[in-house]
């Protein structure tokens, strides 16, 4: 074994070796993959080999597209089978409402390049011959569903990435792993010592256990999951002789199973209702190539929906049942990335769809160790997601929850219950009282929606129950003043001498002068969106940025990832410690002035201006900004004085009709000012011209901010795409985010987020098109449930075009 490697990958799994490929080819060869025993030794060997294109996630849909174009590739160059039969399969829904889920799949398949057709119950019948048709309303036929040997899959990537130069070591079990005063990490294996640049964690079932060894409790938990496999069977047998080809598969959704063939026989999977997590706390080392105990009963429930699905299998005995563990991060999927704190240290772990994802995994870390970028849009899987709130209990719960559900729909207005409530603010229970229906962001507790007694929300695709209510909270901001609970941001606090010039150099804004705000771009090298802030100097070499609540961890890594070595700049991430409150609408600023001795006229707190200020007893920063695009402010305060600023803010708001507004009234608000959001509309995939952000970009300040070159080079040519507002001619359901845009017939961009401007009264979408047709009005038409709907530009905002209200 060799003693220096530019990169170490703990775990010979279908990710370690993807990863290790992925290396390789992209020119790094020192590097060395350790397992402790064979390669395949945790979840891959006994893995059904399933592989499939479509996720939750269109950009992880991306990556799961590639990874089966892959499988090709690698067999080509190492020599090894891999077994793929990319029997295509078929998506069954047996209600309505999965139906309507399933049209929206096939709507971002369309701009992924992924082939999909809805198609009819008996159609489906027709190319899987063992459904009942009568029991599904209709289905989804996918031509990129098949499977593979798994253990196959693996070698040919270990194979492959040996002929490239990288190396693997088998049953060389790393029991340490030690950062060294340089930088470098000592890798501490049973038979000695590796020095690395980098390590990768692709320890699959032992994730956790290689996390520890640098400090690190990974939100990973492995579940037991079962599969059985049929004897042979004459329908099997007599569709492969009719045809001459495999039956394909099939994922039921409503009985959260999946099938396909197995030899002449079936395999069936279960995600059951009555699930079981394996080694809770820790995974055992002496643990490998065994497999569990199945239980029979846990899955009986699921079963008596399969053999009713597909009655064929009343009619033929079980030959085995494999019951085997295998990881989870708490929303499903991959964690990836490097972690905050931990140079050189990178995860790839968390995959449970390891067939599907592996190869995808495996680009996107080699793209980021090297390039420094992975290459694509990654967030779903990045493990900056997660924050230490996802503790051991959390993950617990979530993954359990995801597990159950794992085929389940999940309605655009559907919060999940487990492990909630987990992070709540001072005002929690006063906006419970008052009937908030709470959603969640980065695990803290956020009001979607304000509920009269008795009415709660319907799931639905549609218009549901809270649609007259949050027209109302609407209203009560454009007519007079609302007040909403913004603590969900990310907030930051920079200070030190050297503070100016840093942020200068990581923000394209131009800074603001002392007690005023700015709205501040992040871009990366290439010039792509990495954050979007609003930043504000409170003087005294202290400045305040208020960001995505959900990328608080993500942006904290590249933060720091970029401080300067002389500790002349401090950043730190105020989290809780900082909460928030907003109040916005024409009587906000009357209203404001009734709980302050602070002078808040226009002349004297202009709009972007920020103060400290007391509200009522309560010491707040002050920013004159809000969301809404109305004249409002957001007021930060400490968590001991949220409660009496709101007591102070709701008592003066009395003589004003002061309403209490959520996050979905926020967006209804935001969407007919134009208005985008991280994470939406802003990703680090887009340009700042693109986004429509170039005009808070000081292309001409001297100081050499990160990815000035390349803006000013999108500036030149004028990126690929540009951000776009919508009116759509929907009727009784509203664009999410996700749907395809077509125009003239074709489909060339996609949604990034929509709903209703109850205030304009008109259906609203946001969304990216070709810059080619980006100054059309007229010919685009988005895909909502199925249908196309007609789509028109809407260039000025519907609200304010002036940005009167906002400045008076
Ligand atoms: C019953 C079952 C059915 C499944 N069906 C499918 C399917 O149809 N399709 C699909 O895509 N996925 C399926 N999966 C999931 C799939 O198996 C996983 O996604 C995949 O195996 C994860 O691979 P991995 O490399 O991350 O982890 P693992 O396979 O667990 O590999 C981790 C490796 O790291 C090694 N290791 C750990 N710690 C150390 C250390 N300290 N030193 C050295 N080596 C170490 C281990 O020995 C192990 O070989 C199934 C899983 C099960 C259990």
């Known amino acids: 074994m060799k003693s220096h490697a530019k990169v170490v990958v703990i775990g010979g799994g279908v990710v370690g070796c993807s990863v290790l490929f992925h290396l390789a080819r992209h020119g790094w060869t020192d590097v060395v993959l350790l397992e402790r025993d064979e390669l395949t030794s945790g979840s891959t060997w006994h893995a059904a080999g399933g592989m499939h294109t479509i996720n939750g996630d269109p950009n992880v849909a991306k990556l799961q597209k590639y990874t089966i174009s892959l499988y090709k590739e690698i067999e080509e160059l190492s020599g090894q089978a891999t077994g793929v039969h990319l029997t295509g399969g078929v998506l069954l829904a047996a209600t309505e409402a999965r139906l309507d889920w399933l049209r929206g799949v096939v709507s971002k398949g369309r701009y992924l390049g992924i082939d999909l057709e809805v198609i009819s119950a008996k159609e489906a019948a027709e190319l899987m011959p063992l459904i009942d048709p009568r029991q599904f309303v209709g289905a989804v036929r996918n031509k990129e569903d098949g499977h593979l040997d798994p253990s196959g899959v693996t070698h040919a990537y270990a194979k492959a990435a040996r002929k490239l130069g990288a190396e693997v070591e088998r049953f060389t079990k790393v029991e340490d792993i030690v950062r060294r005063p340089d930088g470098l990490w000592r890798v501490i294996t049973n038979k000695g010592e590796v020095v690395a640049e980098h390590v990768v964690n692709a320890g699959g079932l032992w994730a956790r256990e290689v996390g520890r060894m640098v400090g690190l409790e990974l939100p990973v938990l492995a579940m037991e999951h079962m599969y059985l496999i049929t004897e042979d069977m004459p329908e099997v047998a007599d569709w492969n002789k009719k045809t001459g080809t495999e039956i394909i598969h099939a994922v039921d959704?409503?009985?959260?199973?999946?099938?396909?063939?197995?030899?002449?026989?079936?395999?069936?999977?279960?995600?059951?209702?009555?699930?079981?997590?394996?080694?809770?706390?820790?995974?055992?080392?002496?643990?490998?190539?065994?497999?569990?105990?199945?239980?029979?009963?846990?899955?009986?429930?699921?079963?008596?929906?399969?053999?009713?699905?597909?009655?064929?299998?009343?009619?033929?005995?079980?030959?085995?049942?494999?019951?085997?563990?295998?990881?989870f991060a708490p929303d499903g999927n991959p964690l990836v990335g490097p972690v905050r704190g931990l140079p050189g240290f990178w995860v790839a772990c968390g995959v449970m769809a390891g067939f599907s994802q592996g190869g995808g995994v495996g680009l996107a870390l080699s793209n980021w160790m090297i390039e420094g970028d992975p290459g694509a849009d990654i967030w779903a899987m990045d493990v900056a997601r997660y924050g230490d709130w996802a503790t051991m209990a959390y993950t617990n719960a979530k993954v359990r929850e995801n597990y159950s559900r794992r085929f389940s729909i999940r309605f655009p207005n559907e919060e999940l219950p487990a492990g909630r409530p987990l992070k709540t603010t001072p005002v929690y229970d006063a906006l419970s009282a008052k009937g908030a229906q709470w959603g969640v962001a980065y695990g803290l507790e956020v009001p979607l929606w304000y509920a009269p007694e008795g009415v709660r929300d319907e799931f639905s695709w549609r218009r549901s129950s809270d649609?007259?209510?949050?027209?109302?909270?609407?209203?009560?901001?454009?007519?007079?003043?609302?007040?909403?609970e913004i603590s969900s941001f990310a907030k930051y606090r920079v200070t030190g001498q050297g503070a100016a010039a840093w942020l200068d150099q990581m923000l394209a804004c131009k800074l603001p002068k002392p007690g005023r705000l700015t709205l501040a771009p992040m871009?990366?090298?290439?010039?792509?969106?990495?954050?979007?802030?609003?930043?504000?100097?409170?003087?005294?070499?202290?400045?305040?940025?208020?960001?995505?609540g959900v990328a608080e961890q993500y942006h904290m890594r590249w933060f720091e990832a970029h401080l300067p070595k002389d500790g002349s700049v401090r950043i730190?991430?105020?989290?809780?410690?900082?909460?928030?409150l907003a109040i916005a609408g024409p009587k906000a600023r009357e209203m404001l002035a009734k709980v302050t001795r602070a002078d808040v006229s226009n002349a004297a707190f202009p709009f972007m201006a920020v103060a400290r200020m007391d509200i009522g007893m309560a010491p707040c920063l002050v920013g004159r900004v809000s969301y809404t695009g109305d004249l409002g402010y957001e007021i930060w305060v400490a968590p001991e004085y949220q409660r009496a600023a709101y007591q102070a803010l709701m008592a003066a708001g009395e003589e004003f009709g002061i309403g209490l507004f959520g996050s979905r009234a926020l967006n209804a608000l935001r969407l007919e000012k134009n208005y985008g959001s991280w994470a939406r509309e802003y990703r680090p995939i887009y340009g700042p011209l693109e986004a429509g952000l170039d005009r808070f970009v000081a292309y001409g300040k001297e100081a050499d901010f990160i990815g000035k070159q390349a803006a000013l080079a999108e500036r030149m040519h004028g990126g690929k795409l540009r951000l776009r507002a919508f009116i759509v001619?929907?009727?009784?359901a509203d664009v999410i985010g996700d749907e395809a845009i077509w125009h003239d017939g074709v489909v060339r961009g996609w949604v990034t987020s929509g709903g209703y401007a109850h205030n304009s009264r008109k259906p609203v979408a946001m969304g990216y098109v070709p810059k080619e047709i980006a100054d059309e009005v007229d010919g685009f038409e988005i895909e909502l449930l199925g249908k196309r709907h007609a789509a028109r530009v809407q260039a000025a905002p519907l609200f304010d075009a002036n940005f009167e209200r906002m400045r008076a």
């Open 253 to 327: 959704f409503d009985g959260e199973l999946y099938l396909r063939q197995e030899r002449g026989g079936m395999l069936m999977g279960t995600y059951e209702k009555a699930n079981k997590p394996w080694s809770e706390f820790s995974t055992p080392w002496n643990f490998g190539h065994e497999l569990l105990e199945p239980d029979i009963d846990r899955i009986a429930p699921s079963l008596e929906v399969g053999f009713r699905h597909f009655p064929a299998f009343q009619n033929t005995g079980i030959k085995q049942i494999i019951n085997g563990p295998f990881t």
């Open 467 to 484: 649609f007259d209510h949050v027209a109302k909270e609407v209203a009560a901001v454009r007519d007079g003043v609302g007040l909403s």
């Open 523 to 548: 871009l990366k090298e290439d010039g792509k969106l990495i954050g979007d802030f609003t930043l504000a100097n409170i003087g005294d070499e202290e400045w305040f940025i208020a960001g995505s």
């Open 572 to 580: 730190e991430a105020l989290g809780q410690r900082l909460t928030g």
């Open 729 to 732: 001619d929907a009727d009784d």
